[in-house]
C-alpha cells in the first residue's frame, strides 16, 4: 500500500482529549454503565447530545477519558445511528448510540429501522427523565420521559430493557451487545434512567468478568439436512445459488466460488446486500439489481431444478416475479429468528424441500466437504464492456467516468443511488460493495457511508458513496461529522433535481386511471432553485466540486476529488444527472400491474 492511498494517518484517538480527571474509581451509576461499555470492546460511541444522558456523557469523558468508546458528535441522531450501521456493515461488530429521551430516540428510528432490515449489530443507549416523579424538574423532564419508552423501537429491535439500577445497567449493557452480535444479527436498546445515571454509589461496583457473560454462539447444520441438501443438488441439472445476506469474509467469499464451480450451477446476486459473488465470474447471471432481477437472471431461475437460497432477500417474491415453476428450494437462513408481529420485512413463506438452520458461512463449508472433491480451477473472469449510452450526462456517465478516475485501486462503494446500473461495475471482493440502506428509509446513506469510511481507514481502501439528491439532502449534516474526525470519503451526487422514484410511482398511477403521465413531476421536483449542493458541503468544511454538467469534465474532476481523500479530507461532488432508471427498473415501477 502506497503512501498516497493510506487516506489519512490521524488518528481519531487523537481528536477532542479531554483534560485529565483524576477520576480512578466508578462513583456514579453512570461511571457503572460506562465501564459496561468499555467491556464490550466497542471503539466509538456515536451521539447528539441530550440532557437525560449528561450523566453518562460525563462518566464518558471523565472517568473514562473519551477513550474505548470515544465519542462521535452528530448533528443529528439519524446520522448517529446510520454511523454505527455502516461501520457494521464492514466489519460484522457493532457500535454504540447515545440516544436523547424519547424525542432523540423519535428522530433516531428510521435508521434503526434501516439496521434492522439490514441485520446489522448495534448497541443502542436510550435514556429517560427521572423515573421517580418527585426527582423531575418541572416541565422539561416531565416531557422527555415516557412510561414505556422501549415500545417506540420494540418492533424492529431485537431487545430492549430499563434497568433500574447501576448493577442491572452493567449487565443490561453486556446483555445487549451479546444480544445484538449473535446471528441474526440487529439493533438492541437499553434505556437508563436519568435518576439512576446521577446518583451515587452506595457501596463500590466490582464488576464481573465480562467475557463470561457474552458467550459465543455457534452454529451448525443439522447432518441429515446437508446430507438431503448435498443429493439434491448432485442430482440437478440446472442448479442455481442465489447468494443473499453473507458475510464480508474473504474466505467465505472463495468457499462460494468454489460451491458455484463444483455444482456448475449458476449465480444471482442482489444490490440491495453486499457483494456476495463475483459478478464477473462466468457463472454469474445478470447484473445485482434493486427492485428484481434483470430478465436475464430471471430466466436462469424460471430454468432452474434446485435452487440453493443463501439468506437471499425475500425468495419467494424472487420466484414469482421469475415465473419459477416451484423449483427444489435449499434456503440456508437463520432470520426465521428474528421475525415478529410488528414488522413485515420478512418478505413471503417460501416453499421449502430443505431448510439449514444457520449462517450461509456455515453451511457452504459443510456443503463442499460433503460433495467432494470435483472438477477444473477458477475460470478466467469476464472481461467487462460496460459503456454509457447517449450524450446527455446520466449515473451510466458517472460510472464509467468514475471507473477511470479510480483505476485499479481497491474501492469500496459504500453506497449507490436508486438509478444505479449494477453492469456498470464489476465486483470481485466482498468489500468493493456494501449494499443498501436496508429498510428504504430516505436519508441514510450519508451516515451509513461514513460509518464505512471509519472502519475501512487506513486501510488503503478509497470509500465512495454515490448517493441520490434527496438522499444525501436529508442528511447533509453527517458531512461535518466526517470531516471534524478526520474520516476521508468521496461522495457524488446523482443529482436529478427530483425524488424520481416518486415520479415513476406517479406515473404508474396515471396509467392505472388513464390520466396525464406528463403531470408525474407535480411535487416532485427539487428545482427553481436548484440546491447548490456542493455549497452546502463546503460550509461544513468538505472539499466541494461542481455542480458538473459535462460528461467530458467528470474523470477529471472524480480524479481532483480523490486526490482530496487521499490527503485525509472529505469530498463532494455535486453531478447533475439526466433523471432515469435502468431499463428493466423502469419497466417494473411503471407498469399497469404485476
Known sequence: MSDRHKNSDTPISSIDRPVPAGVNAAAFGSDVVAEALRATDIPFIALTPGASFRGLHDSLVNYLGNAKPQMLLCIHEENAVAIAHGYAKVTGKPLAVALHSNVGLMHATMAIFNAWCDRMPMLLIGATGPVDATKRRPWIDWIHTAADQGALVRGYTKWDDQPASPAAAHEAVLRAAWIATTAPCGPTYVNLDAGMQESKLAEPFAASESARFMPAVADAAAPDAIEK???????????????????????????????????????????????????????????????????????????????????????????????????????????????????????????????????????????????????????????????????????????????????????????????????????????????????????????????????????????????GDGDFLMAVTAVWTAVHYKIPVLFVIANNRSFFNDELHQERVARMRSRPVENRWVGQRISEPDIEIAAMAGAQGAKAFGPVTKIGKLESIFKDAIAAVDAGGVAVVDVRVEPGYTAAMTAVMTRKSE
Open 229 to 467: 441438501a448435498t443429493a439434491l443438488l448432485k442430482s440437478a441439472k440446472k442448479p442455481l445459488i442465489l447468494c443473499g445476506r453473507v458475510s464480508r469474509d474473504t474466505s467465505a467469499w472463495a468457499e462460494r466460488i468454489k460451491l458455484a464451480e463444483r455444482l456448475g450451477a449458476r449465480v444471482v446476486t442482489d444490490i440491495k446486500i453486499g457483494a456476495s459473488f463475483p459478478t464477473d465470474h462466468p457463472l454469474h447471471v445478470g447484473a445485482p439489481a434493486f427492485i428484481a432481477p434483470t430478465p436475464d437472471a430471471q430466466e436462469a431461475i424460471k430454468q432452474a431444478d434446485a435452487i440453493l437460497s443463501l439468506d437471499w432477500v425475500d425468495p419467494a417474491g424472487t420466484l414469482r416475479q421469475a415465473g419459477a415453476q416451484q423449483p427444489k428450494l435449499i434456503q440456508v437462513s437463520m432470520d426465521h429468528q428474528l421475525h415478529n408481529g410488528w414488522s413485515l420485512d420478512y418478505q413471503g413463506l417460501p416453499a421449502v424441500d430443505v431448510f439449514l438452520a444457520c449462517q450461509p458461512d456455515t453451511a457452504v463449508p459443510a456443503l463442499l466437504a460433503a460433495l467432494g472433491p470435483g472438477k477444473g480451477a477458477i475460470p478466467a473472469a469476464q472481461a467487462t464492456h460496460f459503456k454509457a449510452e447517449g450524450d446527455k450526462l446520466t449515473v451510466d456517465h458517472l460510472a464509467v467516468a468514475l471507473r477511470k478516475a479510480v483505476g485499479q485501486r481497491e474501492t469500496s462503494l459504500t453506497h449507490v443511488s436508486l438509478s444505479w446500473n449494477g453492469a456498470s461495475w464489476p465486483l470481485r471482493h466482498p468489500l468493493d460493495y456494501l449494499g443498501s440502506d436496508g429498510g428504504g428509509g430516505v436519508g441514510g446513506g450519508p451516515g451509513i457511508a461514513i460509518g464505512a469510511a471509519l472502519a475501512l481507514k487506513g486501510t488503503g481502501r478509497l470509500p465512495i458513496a454515490v448517493c
